[in-house]
């Protein structure tokens, strides 16, 4: 392994691979933002994506989309503006954080969710919606009209119906083996419903790139607070990135070795070298603009399975 000091490697990070301001954004909200609160005065965002080469046009631009998009949500207080969380994306964030944060010990029980389009109840526009978000959260087009996971989240998917405005339209049920009849085994739909190659590659490229950042955290002085941040967003925001297209299938379906449980150890070990010293320049930031912004909540610590 070709041995790298901190700052060189995210240089090179910037460099190579510069995060899309929009997209860099929503990372920042929700590792950094959404545990203290969840509101951030303009101007500490702007300190706070300074480092990354993020201007100050070019991020009014991307949090002013995002507020279309009804993401964030925009106040102003005289000339300041401050963004917060939508009552509406609260739930998304908070799986989000879920999917990235938590230790991957998802099981099977052996049952499949179905979700079922039958007798043509939705019309194109509200179908090819559906798809798109059935696909997002990791479902499997088992056949036309038919999607389906051995592992749903029931809350999301009951999120995500209302939202497409579909819930009162499709069949939504579980589904088991018969074990008097004699077929091919549930499990086997994994291989027929999913291509897992590019989550894999995206794993592996994940793994490639921040084994010698990790390297070289343990080897040199612990970073300073800005430094520390820095780091924190660029590895959640790659991490989040890869894992976000991951299925969530459980372990007992994935292939042997899964590189995502190496990924996850790896932004683990990372994330705990920084975290500590990431907070202390997330706080000082946020109480330039508010001095009663609050401290991060608890749990915040448990994320990675505990931070303390």
Request: aromatic content about 10%.
């Amino acid at each position: 392994m070709k041995k790298t000091h901190s700052p060189a490697w995210i240089s090179h990070f910037l460099a190579s691979d510069p995060p899309r301001s929009k997209s860099l954004v929503m990372t920042i909200f929700g590792d950094a933002i959404v545990p203290h609160g969840g509101v951030v005065w303009l101007g500490s965002l702007i300190e706070l994506l300074e480092p990354f080469g993020v201007n100050d046009r070019l991020l009014r631009t991307s949090v002013f989309r995002l507020a279309q998009e009804g993401w964030l949500g925009a106040q102003r207080d005289g000339r300041r503006s401050c963004y917060s969380m939508p009552a509406a994306a609260r739930g998304r964030f908070a799986r989000a954080s879920r999917r990235i944060y938590s230790p991957l010990t998802v099981r099977w029980d052996g049952s499949w969710t179905l979700v079922i389009s039958a007798g043509g109840a939705i019309d194109a526009a509200e179908r090819g919606t559906l798809r798109k978000e059935l696909l997002w959260q990791g479902y499997s087009i088992i056949a036309p009209g038919l999607a389906g996971h051995p592992a749903a989240d029931a809350e999301a998917l009951q999120e995500l119906l209302l939202r497409v405005g579909v819930q009162d339209k499709l069949y939504v049920c579980r589904a088991a083996a018969v074990e008097q009849v004699s077929t091919r085994p549930l499990s086997d739909l994994v291989a027929d419903g999913w291509d897992l190659s590019d989550v894999s590659a995206g794993y592996l490229q994940f793994i490639e790139r921040f084994e010698p950042l990790l390297a070289a955290l343990r080897d040199e002085p612990p970073a300073a607070p800005q430094q520390a941040f820095v780091i924190r967003s660029l590895l959640i925001h790659a991490y989040r990135r890869v894992q976000l297209h991951d299925p969530q299938l459980p372990v007992e379906l994935l292939p042997e070795p899964w590189p995502g449980a190496q990924a996850y150890e790896l932004a683990r070990a990372i994330y705990l070298q920084t975290y500590a010293a990431a907070e202390e320049h997330i706080m000082a930031t946020l109480r330039r603009e508010d001095s009663d912004a609050p401290e991060a909540e608890q749990a915040f610590y448990e994320r990675f399975g505990g931070l303390r």
